[in-house]
């Protein structure tokens, strides 16, 4: 029974056969009641236990200094509370002697090491002081920078002076010795990260990034989200909620979540990559209105999403795009990638098996990747591209609820002309349970490359309100992750697992890692 430690120990007052067997921590309470015999056992997996130290160890404490008994140890563990939010719970056991537990936090700590290998010790922290509502700073000092002592982990944090530095830092300077990278603020600033982690990763691969023809390949470091920024879209897609706390845990268990990433093209030269939503027409005139009433703060979005609503714009286009592979896999086939996802794990493998077949054949991707393609041309409200399901506050489930998060597909969504009144019905749909999808003049696609060319929309003075605001311009611009593209015609290509952060997608189901056995 080399595998197993176990003892009595008290735990609340109660006594408890504690046994640490395997992949699992598991106590029993000692009952006197001869009717059951053996009272309800409660278990959890080692995974998901931060630390475990000597004395009582309060985690508020500046120094984490054992405050008393000798008898005692203190096991800090991951507990679900509600939906994804997780917390940090600590469990404080008694011993018969100081010397038994010694051996319960070796024998822990040993377990931890054994099937916690991806756990990182060394992280850089970027973090922006104007993301979101301005607390990136506050809420790395008082919440994360602690959590991350108790668990051993060192964090090297930088706090940005300008747009852009994270992702300079990351592109000039020495990584050696870290194992990720972590923001405090909100889907910008992962961008930034994004884009300088995969920029520098081509670099050192002496793959040509700026080519469309490009195989891009994926950095092994991770990078991990602090939620503080004004949506979050990215934490709430692959984490469920962006709650700091729950994004710290994910980072301390060291967990792992490879995401697609959109490379977008303009006369085959990269502008842009994205993993949220890219949009043109009505997301891109929100964003481009928005921005000459920065004063407002966030509620900017809210007002010029009401004037584009009210506007009623559309534009012409053609869409060409190639589909996604798995015929078994689309936008309306009312599945959810969640943790453990089937079809992105197939993915993994397919990933695995083709850069086994590039390799031996000495083949280009495109020579095993070739397929049809499909056009639409018309008159578009909206149309929008999305690799996840873009989830945030205001939409739980989403642009494209079904997207999954690492199958190597984006879904494509186009909102072909409409009155406002069916647009308007199109985008509350998304607040509630309703398809947003089931509507004639809504069509989405699961595809893995796109070509959109814009062609010059006569301007017409629409209506009354058309007429209060402003002539319709020809062509709109795109809103890329949040940025703004000046290009009307762009081309995109979705790169299969390009990037890992440090989650473990939305659990889907579970409700507690604590269970009675
Ligand atoms: N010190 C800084 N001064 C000005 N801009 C900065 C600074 N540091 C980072 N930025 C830029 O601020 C932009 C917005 O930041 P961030 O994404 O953190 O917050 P947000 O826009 O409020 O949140 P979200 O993107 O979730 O809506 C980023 O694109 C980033 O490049």
Same mark, same amino acid.
């Given at each position: 029974?080399?595998?197993?430690?176990?003892?009595?120990?008290?735990?609340?007052?109660?006594?408890?056969?504690?046994?640490?067997?395997?992949?699992?921590?598991?106590?029993?309470?000692?009952?006197?009641?001869?009717?059951?015999? $053996?009272?309800?056992?409660?278990?959890?997996?080692?995974?998901?236990?931060?630390?475990?130290?000597?004395? *009582?160890?309060?985690?508020?404490?500046?120094?984490?200094?054992?405050?008393?008994?000798?008898?005692?140890?203190?096991?800090?563990?991951?507990?679900?509370?509600?939906?994804?939010?997780?917390?940090?719970?600590?469990?404080?056991?008694?011993?018969?002697?100081?010397?038994?537990?010694?051996?319960?936090?070796?024998?822990?700590? *040993?377990?931890?090491?054994?099937?916690?290998?991806?756990?990182?010790?060394?992280?850089?922290?970027?973090?922006?002081?104007?993301?979101?509502?301005?607390?990136?700073?506050?809420?790395?000092?008082?919440?994360?920078?602690?959590?991350?002592?108790?668990?051993?982990?060192?964090?090297?944090?930088?706090?940005?002076?300008?747009?852009?530095?994270?992702?300079?830092?990351?592109?000039?300077?020495?990584?050696?010795?870290?194992?990720?990278?972590?923001?405090?603020?909100?889907?910008? !600033?992962?961008?930034?990260?994004?884009?300088?982690?995969?920029?520098?990763?081509?670099?050192?691969?002496? +793959?040509?990034?700026?080519?469309?023809?490009?195989?891009?390949?994926?950095?092994?470091?991770?990078?991990? +989200?602090?939620?503080?920024?004004?949506?979050?879209?990215?934490?709430?897609?692959?984490?469920?909620?962006?709650?700091?706390?729950?994004?710290?845990?994910?980072? $301390?268990?060291?967990?792992?979540?490879?995401?697609?990433?959109?490379?977008?093209?303009?006369?085959?030269?990269?502008?842009?990559?994205?993993?949220?939503?890219?949009?043109?027409?009505?997301?891109?005139?929100?964003?481009?209105?928005?921005?000459?009433?920065?004063?407002?703060?966030?509620?900017?979005?809210?007002?010029?999403?009401?004037?584009?609503?009210?506007?009623?714009?559309?534009?012409?286009?053609?869409?060409?795009?190639?589909?996604?592979?798995?015929?078994?896999?689309?936008?309306?086939?009312?599945?959810?990638?969640?943790?453990?996802?089937?079809?992105?794990?197939?993915?993994?493998?397919?990933?695995?098996?083709?850069?086994?077949?590039?390799?031996?054949?000495?083949?280009?991707?495109?020579?095993?990747?070739?397929?049809?393609?499909?056009?639409?041309?018309?008159?578009?409200?909206?149309?929008?591209?999305?690799? !996840?399901?873009?989830?945030?506050?205001?939409?739980?489930?989403?642009?494209?609820?079904?997207?999954?998060?690492?199958?190597?597909?984006?879904?494509?969504?186009?909102?072909?002309?409409?009155?406002?009144?069916?647009?308007?019905?199109?985008?509350?749909?998304?607040?509630?349970?309703?398809?947003?999808?089931?509507?004639?003049?809504?069509?989405?696609?699961?595809?893995?490359?796109?070509?959109?060319?814009?062609?010059?929309?006569?301007?017409?003075?629409?209506?009354?309100?058309?007429?209060?605001?402003?002539?319709?311009?020809?062509?709109?611009?795109?809103?890329?992750?949040?940025?703004?593209?000046?290009?009307?015609?762009?081309?995109?290509?979705?790169?299969?697992?390009?990037?890992?952060?440090?989650?473990?997608?939305?659990?889907?189901?579970?409700?507690?890692?604590?269970?009675?056995?």
């Amino acid at each position: 029974m080399g595998d197993t430690f176990q003892s009595l120990l008290r735990l609340k007052k109660k006594s408890y056969q504690v046994c640490l067997q395997g992949k699992y921590l598991r106590w029993t309470e000692e009952t006197q009641d001869l009717a059951s015999r $053996i009272g309800q056992s409660v278990c959890f997996p080692v995974t998901e236990i931060v630390c475990a130290q000597m004395g *009582r160890v309060e985690t508020l404490t500046p120094s984490f200094g054992p405050l008393a008994g000798v008898n005692q140890f203190t096991v800090f563990h991951v507990k679900r509370v509600k939906r994804e939010k997780w917390i940090l719970e600590t469990l404080l056991f008694t011993a018969q002697n100081s010397e038994l537990c010694h051996q319960w936090v070796e024998a822990l700590q *040993r377990k931890i090491q054994q099937y916690g290998g991806n756990r990182p010790r060394n992280l850089l922290v970027f973090i922006n002081p104007i993301g979101g509502r301005g607390q990136a700073r506050k809420v790395f000092q008082t919440q994360i920078a602690p959590l991350f002592e108790l668990a051993g982990i060192k964090s090297t944090v930088i706090e940005t002076t300008r747009a852009n530095q994270a992702r300079d830092h990351i592109l000039e300077k020495n990584l050696q010795g870290l194992d990720g990278l972590l923001c405090v603020g909100g889907d910008g !600033m992962f961008s930034e990260l994004m884009h300088g982690l995969i920029g520098r990763t081509q670099k050192e691969t002496g +793959i040509l990034e700026n080519c469309a023809d490009s195989a891009l390949v994926p950095s092994s470091l991770r990078i991990g +989200i602090i939620p503080a920024g004004s949506t979050d879209c990215i934490c709430f897609a692959t984490v469920g909620t962006n709650d700091p706390i729950t994004s710290a845990l994910h980072i $301390i268990v060291g967990d792992t979540q490879p995401v697609d990433v959109c490379a977008v093209y303009h006369a085959r030269t990269l502008l842009k990559y994205s993993v949220s939503l890219i949009g043109y027409g009505f997301y891109g005139d929100v964003l481009a209105d928005s921005d000459q009433y920065r004063w407002m703060g966030p509620c900017r979005y809210n007002y010029s999403g009401f004037k584009m609503v009210l506007l009623n714009r559309s534009y012409e286009g053609a869409v060409e795009f190639q589909l996604a592979e798995n015929p078994q896999s689309s936008p309306r086939d009312q599945t959810r990638c969640r943790t453990g996802c089937l079809v992105c794990s197939e993915s993994s493998e397919r990933l695995k098996e083709e850069s086994e077949e590039l390799k031996d054949k000495n083949l280009k991707h495109e020579d095993i990747h070739d397929s049809e393609w499909h056009t639409v041309e018309g008159t578009f409200v909206a149309v929008n591209i999305t690799c !996840m399901c873009s989830a945030c506050s205001k939409s739980p489930d989403g642009l494209s609820p079904t997207a999954h998060l690492a199958d190597g597909t984006a879904d494509l969504i186009l909102v072909k002309k409409c009155s406002m009144l069916q647009f308007l019905k199109h985008l509350i749909r998304h607040t509630n349970q309703k398809d947003q999808f089931d509507l004639p003049f809504v069509e989405v696609y699961r595809i893995k490359a796109l070509k959109f060319t814009a062609r010059k929309t006569v301007s017409i003075k629409k209506g009354f309100f058309g007429r209060l605001f402003s002539n319709q311009p020809p062509h709109s611009c795109w809103n890329c992750d949040g940025e703004i593209l000046h290009y009307p015609s762009i081309s995109i290509k979705v790169h299969c697992q390009l990037v890992n952060l440090f989650a473990r997608g939305i659990e889907g189901g579970q409700s507690s890692s604590l269970f009675t056995c």
